[in-house]
């Protein structure tokens, strides 16, 4: 599914994001960003061991006890296509009344707006929060695709922002999310 959004296109479709040819993949870290399993492990597999250098660094530097809930930073892509790899932490699903909508909602925005703040204009996600951190994934399709379509409506600087769903299963519930959030 294609859906145009300020002069912008947003890609609903299945796929592996470390397979990506963007400027940028997203990946869905934990505060360590010492890498961990699904999007996380596969990212660092295929990229290889600069990708973790890189975190390690900026563990020394910036982030000491680890990045923050919602927050996002950036580093080479390693053998990657994709040239960057902004890593982000969704937040872990506890019942849905602990902020969780905001601060998936931060990750989304705070990952586009440093890609926008580093000239990139291909991006692609995958589904936030939605494995090992247990956000369901229709509320959490609900916020990426608000969150995305906020963006580029009104701070822009992006062409493409991909959002690459591991399942067909995952897909359909983006689609039909993208009917009521985006009118599609
Ligand atoms: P989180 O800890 O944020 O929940 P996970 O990596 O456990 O992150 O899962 C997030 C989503 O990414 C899940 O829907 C999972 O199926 C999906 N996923 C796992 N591997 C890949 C991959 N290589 N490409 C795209 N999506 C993936």
Same mark, same amino acid.
């Given at each position: 599914?294609?859906? /145009?959004i #300020? ?5 609903l ?9 963007? +400027?940028?993949?997203? %990946?869905?870290? %934990? ?8 999007? $996380?492990?596969?990212?660092h ?20 006890? @680890?990045?923050? !809930?919602?927050?996002?930073? =950036?580093?080479?892509? #390693? %053998? ?11 937040? =872990?699903?506890?019942? @849905?009344?602990? @902020? ?5 909602? +931060?990750?989304?925005l705070?990952?586009?707006r440093?890609?926008? /703040?580093?000239?990139?204009r ?8 939605? #494995? ?8 959490? /399709?609900?916020?990426?695709?608000k969150?995305?379509? $906020? ?7 992006? $062409? ?6 591991? !399942?067909?299963? $995952?897909?359909?519930?983006?689609? +039909? ?8």
């Open positions: 599914m294609e859906i /145009s #300020g002069g912008a296109k947003l890609i479709m299945r796929g592996d994001i470390t397979e990506q040819d963007v +400027e940028a993949i997203v %990946n869905a870290a %934990n505060p360590s960003l010492m890498g961990g399993g699904g999007v $996380d492990g596969a990212i597999r295929k990229g290889g061991p600069k990708i973790l250098e890189e975190c390690k660094r900026i563990r020394a530097t910036e982030w000491p006890d @680890g990045l923050p !809930t919602g927050k996002a930073v =950036i580093t080479s892509g #390693g %053998n990657l296509k994709a040239r960057y790899v902004i890593h982000t932490v969704g937040p =872990i699903w506890r019942g @849905g009344s602990r @902020g969780e909508p905001e601060l998936l909602r +931060e990750a989304y705070s990952s586009l440093l890609a926008a /703040s580093r000239g990139i291909t991006i692609a996600f995958p589904s936030i929060s939605t #494995g090992a951190y247990g956000y369901p994934i229709r509320e959490a /399709s609900r916020v990426a695709l969150a995305i379509k $906020d963006f580029l409506e009104t701070e822009g600087g992006l $062409d493409e922002v991909r959002l690459v769903l591991f !399942t067909e299963g $995952d897909l359909k519930v983006y689609e +039909e999310a993208a009917k009521e959030i985006l009118g599609q």
